[in-house]
């Protein structure tokens, strides 16, 4: 942290890319079907990066900079590339072996020595990635550095070197206050990412991307969690559907009330 | 994998014992909210005694609020409880209870602790897991030993068994996979103490300060524990006919309320009631969709309720070619009972017809039946 408080700051976006959201995805014999199936951003990587852009359009000079970095195979850089066409000024990309598994803790560990390095003042990230569904590397980053976090985001703004943070929690929204340097992981609410205009696609290529190796940063990718199997879930019975017509309504609503009571229901 | 299955359970039992020096010994987190022990903790208790050993439940909290919460904490059938204090741990926040949380596993040797995959569940537990260098399992919907747990990825489309080779295991415990711990006979007894690690070792800068909160009020019953839960989606159309329409049919039901994205994100009900990957994961007897057309991120939240309904608008689709035409009369339209709608792929009974007339009709059916 700096000696006194910031006046431009720094923001680090860690992203990550996945399967695509509306992919239905399959599970094969060698767990869940990757190869061959579209890939993009990260929905809640995309939301941080947009909230990265919009706090440079609202704080202008204020904000130094916007890297992006993300830990994954080489094709994780088309992710890198879309995070700069929406207004990311550099990329980092720690390159890891196609099909390699870097876990969250992994993730969070080597997300540490990045931030020695490049000393954000700000780190934005998704609060879940959509594939392992695991929900961790915010907290564990903050963790790691003894760093205030605020999960869920719903709302940020920036007040000199303090963000002032609306969080969803169960039952309602919770507001939190605290100093930079600090974590802070989106939720949906939080914005509605931008598309990227081909103009800005095209400039996008022209931005630095740092390559760096998984062993560049000595730490040990290794997986703590040995998945044993993955299996497609059980299939619910297809159930029958009862009518139609809306002049049917009133009888087939008779019809779903004696299946209810049938099944003990009501 | 199909080795590990065929081994004979005498012999995995006997592997077990080998190769951990001591039987599991769990902590358990028990959430509160105003005095009142959030349910979700209850099922984590269940997938805690599942590890075979020995449940030592944990209440934190500033001192006077947290009095009622250990009365019912004691009545658990707990093997101990731990009560830990302190101003500082008022609004739960992670960057002083996680510290808290890390000592006690630590200092008490514990191999397991859990909690709820709850919001304060998946706010506090990775910071835990990133102090103590334990890669933490989220969501775990069933427990095969004490270091193999069972957990959904990809938005609930596949199932992994994963084994963790950390010393300590930290995982959050999918409510809707578990029942409720109830009461025990006696009252186990109370470690009541003062906290003393709560993260104030370095700088009061590097903690967060809560400002405030904003709560929904409802009289109905949690979400995430309810029996029954009707939820409503884009079809409902606007936040008057969701309050109108599935308001009364959840009171005619004793059900929660829940929504799909949607719904949420069109202003009809509140954020914390959103069912689904990224919202709340429910798994009631009942699950009433209406007006939902059953994203698979929905599906996620909602597809291990017991008997699924599903209340959908009729589509029609045009029987002529000329599809540009507005003027068509409707007997050239084609009802199509929408086998593109998913949600009827997962329902156990499906009503395709306009909610506006159904759903007030079903409301009136189900008030009479239970007379």
Same mark, same amino acid.
């Given at each position: 942290m700096r000696a006194s408080p910031p006046t431009w700051i720094k923001l680090l976006v860690p992203v990550k890319r996945t399967v695509d959201y509306s992919v239905k995805v399959r599970v094969g014999p060698k767990g869940v079907e990757t190869a061959g199936v579209k890939h993009s951003l990260n929905p809640f990587c995309e939301i941080a990066v947009e909230e990265a852009v919009r706090l440079r359009e609202k704080l202008k000079e204020q904000i130094e900079s916007i890297t992006v970095v993300t830990i994954g195979p080489p094709k994780a850089a088309d992710v890198l590339r879309t995070a700069l066409a929406m207004g990311a000024d550099a990329a980092i990309h720690v390159e890891v072996k196609d099909g390699q598994e870097v876990q969250p803790l992994g993730v969070a560990q080597a997300l540490k020595v990045i931030v020695e390095q490049e000393k954000p003042d700000l780190i934005i990230l998704g609060k879940q990635a959509i594939d392992d569904d695991s929900s961790q590397v915010g907290g564990m980053l903050a963790g790691l550095l003894d760093w205030p976090q605020a999960n869920f985001a719903s709302k940020l703004d920036v007040e000199g070197d303090k963000i002032k943070v609306a969080r969803e929690i169960d039952g309602g929204l919770e507001t939190l206050s605290m100093k930079l340097p600090a974590v802070v992981t989106t939720d949906l609410r939080l914005n509605e990412p931008r598309y990227a205009s081909l103009p800005n696609i095209m400039k996008a290529k022209k931005k630095p991307l740092k390559k760096m190796k998984a062993e560049d940063l000595k730490?040990? #990718? !290794?997986?703590? #969690?040995? !998945?044993l199997k993955v299996e497609a879930p059980p299939a619910r019975q297809g159930g029958a559907k009862v009518s139609l017509m809306s002049d049917r309504t009133v009888e087939s609503v008779d019809e779903i009330v004696s299946k209810l009571k049938e099944a003990g229901v009501l | 994998m199909q080795r590990f299955s065929s081994v004979p359970r005498a012999f995995t039992l006997a592997r077990r014992l080998y190769a951990t020096s001591s039987s599991p010994s769990a902590l358990v987190l028990i959430e509160h909210k105003d005095g009142k022990i959030v349910p979700a903790s209850l099922n984590a208790i269940t997938a805690a005694r599942k590890l075979g050993g020995t449940v030592t439940g944990l209440v934190v909290g500033e001192e006077a609020s947290t009095k009622a919460v250990v009365e019912g904490a004691q009545m658990l059938g707990l093997d101990a409880l731990l009560h830990r204090t302190s101003p500082a741990l008022a609004h739960a926040l992670a960057e002083p209870l996680a510290p808290v949380l890390a000592a006690l596993v630590k200092s008490g040797n514990f191999t397991h602790l859990a909690a709820a995959h709850s919001a304060q569940g998946k706010n506090v537990f990775p910071r835990v897991a990133g102090i103590l260098g334990v890669q933490q399992i989220s969501d775990v919907m069933a427990i095969e030993s004490p270091d193999t747990f069972v957990r959904p990825i990809y938005a609930g489309n596949a199932i992994a068994t994963v084994k963790s080779s950390d010393d300590i295991k930290i995982f959050t415990v999918r409510s809707a996979s578990w029942d409720a711990a109830t009461s025990g006979e006696s009252a186990s007894e109370v470690d009541a103490k003062a906290a003393e690690?709560?993260?104030k070792g370095k700088s009061l800068l590097q903690q967060a300060e809560w400002v405030s909160e904003e709560l929904t009020k409802s009289?109905?019953?949690d979400l995430g524990s309810a029996q029954a839960v009707v939820s409503g989606g884009r079809g409902v159309k606007s936040k008057e006919s969701f309050d109108s329409i599935i308001f009364p049919l959840a009171d005619a039901l004793g059900a929660a309320v829940g929504a799909s994205r949607a719904a949420v994100d069109s202003g009809?009900?509140? &954020?914390?009631?959103q069912v689904g990957q990224t919202g709340k994961v429910v798994a009631p007897s009942l699950y009433v969709a209406v007006g939902i057309s059953g994203a698979l991120q929905h599906l996620a939240g909602?597809?291990?309720?017991?008997t699924i309904v599903a209340i959908n608008k009729v589509r029609f689709d045009l029987y /002529?070619? &000329?599809?540009?035409? /507005?003027?068509?009369?409707?007997?050239l339209l084609r009802p199509l009972q929408d086998p593109d709608a998913p949600i009827f792929q997962v329902a156990d009974h499906g009503l395709v017809a306009d909610l506006f007339e159904a759903v007030p009709e079903l409301t009136k059916k189900v008030e009479e039946a239970k007379k």
């Open positions: 730490v040990d #990718l !290794t997986p703590r #969690l040995e !998945t | 690690d709560v993260g009289e109905r019953p009809y009900a509140d &954020n914390s009631q909602m597809k291990d309720s017991k /002529t070619e &000329n599809k540009s035409r /507005t003027d068509t009369p409707l007997h």
